[in-house]
């Protein structure tokens, strides 16, 4: 008797646990629809990530680097004159590497070492962004490339394109629905496929403008547009 009362203890304990589990499972009776649709929104970048550097080339590998040290220096000193600050400079490569001449059925003949510097720079005022790589230019950089634009903040974008896709998928159910001769009952489930940025196409642009009576070109970028966009999966139920 005391065993059959701790089996039926123990049975008992355990019917509580499993109750929840079971409760949230609920079976539709009508037909389930799946459908994934997308929210889409437009903004204008504010945020260009360009990469600037100096490349040297001298006999020696101490002078390699002396020389692009120096110039690196200057073009460093012209980013913080512009008012860029240290969070938005990062070194990303610095290389040193052996120049050859080859020549047809002749060895290599090393000619002289070849140092790189380059910095991955963040520029917040895009207006300025052309002015500041032509000053770049003059201190001393002869390798620019870029630029890399995109949103600083985007989760605002992405909350409005998420509300855009919810609505889609809600008028998409409601027009299958309509086609069937049914109607949307509820809500099954909702999941969020991802986040899209699309990129923009290149932006760069010269402007000429008359100095002294020549034309000088003058660099200048146009950050278009950019589409924020979000997909989701739901699940409805008709009848």
Same mark, same amino acid.
């Given at each position: 008797?005391?065993?059959?009362?701790?089996?039926?203890?123990?049975?008992?304990?355990?019917?509580?646990?499993?109750?929840?589990?079971?409760?949230?499972?609920?079976?539709? @009776?009508?037909?389930?629809?799946?459908?994934?649709?997308?929210?889409?929104?437009?903004?204008?970048?504010?945020?260009?990530?360009? @990469?600037?550097?100096?490349?040297?080339?001298?006999?020696?590998?101490?002078?390699?680097?002396?020389?692009?040290?120096? &110039?690196?220096?200057?073009?460093?000193?012209?980013?913080?004159?512009?008012?860029?600050?240290?969070?938005?400079?990062?070194? !990303?490569?610095?290389?040193?590497?052996?120049? #050859?001449? #080859?020549?047809?059925?002749?060895?290599?003949?090393?000619?002289? #070492?070849?140092? @790189?510097?380059?910095?991955?720079?963040?520029?917040?005022?895009?207006?300025?962004?052309?002015?500041?790589?032509?000053?770049?230019?003059?201190?001393?950089?002869?390798?620019?490339?870029?630029?890399?634009?995109?949103?600083?903040?985007?989760?605002?974008?992405?909350?409005?394109?998420?509300?855009?896709?919810?609505?889609?998928?809600?008028?998409?159910?409601?027009?299958?629905? &309509?086609?069937?001769?049914?109607?949307?009952?509820?809500?099954?489930?909702? !999941?969020?496929?991802?986040?899209?940025?699309?990129?923009?196409?290149?932006? #760069?642009?010269?402007?000429?403008?008359?100095?002294?009576?020549?034309?000088?070109?003058?660099?200048?970028?146009?950050?278009?547009?950019?589409?924020?966009?979000?997909?989701? !999966?739901?699940?409805?139920?008709?009848?």
């Amino acid at each position: 008797m005391k065993h059959w009362k701790i089996a039926l203890a123990g049975v008992l304990m355990a019917a509580p646990a499993a109750l929840p589990a079971q409760a949230i499972v609920a079976g539709i @009776s009508g037909t389930r629809l799946d459908i994934s649709a997308t929210g889409e929104v437009t903004r204008v970048p504010d945020l260009a990530i360009i @990469s600037a550097g100096v490349q040297t080339l001298q006999p020696t590998a101490t002078g390699a680097i002396e020389e692009n040290a120096a &110039r690196m220096e200057r073009v460093r000193a012209a980013l913080k004159r512009a008012g860029i600050e240290d969070k938005d400079i990062q070194t !990303s490569s610095i290389n040193l590497n052996p120049d #050859y001449r #080859y020549v047809e059925n002749q060895p290599p003949k090393l000619t002289g #070492y070849r140092a @790189s510097n380059t910095v991955n720079v963040k520029f917040r005022d895009l207006k300025r962004t052309g002015a500041i790589l032509d000053a770049l230019v003059r201190e001393g950089a002869n390798q620019i490339n870029g630029p890399s634009l995109t949103i600083d903040k985007p989760e605002t974008a992405y909350d409005e394109a998420r509300v855009k896709a919810i609505a889609n998928g809600r008028a998409r159910a409601e027009l299958y629905a &309509r086609a069937l001769g049914m109607q949307v009952v509820r809500l099954l489930s909702v !999941s969020e496929g991802g986040a899209i940025q699309a990129p923009p196409p290149m932006p #760069y642009a010269a402007d000429a403008i008359m100095v002294t009576g020549a034309r000088v070109a003058k660099t200048e970028i146009d950050p278009g547009t950019q589409n924020l966009a979000t997909t989701v !999966s739901m699940s409805f139920e008709l009848r």
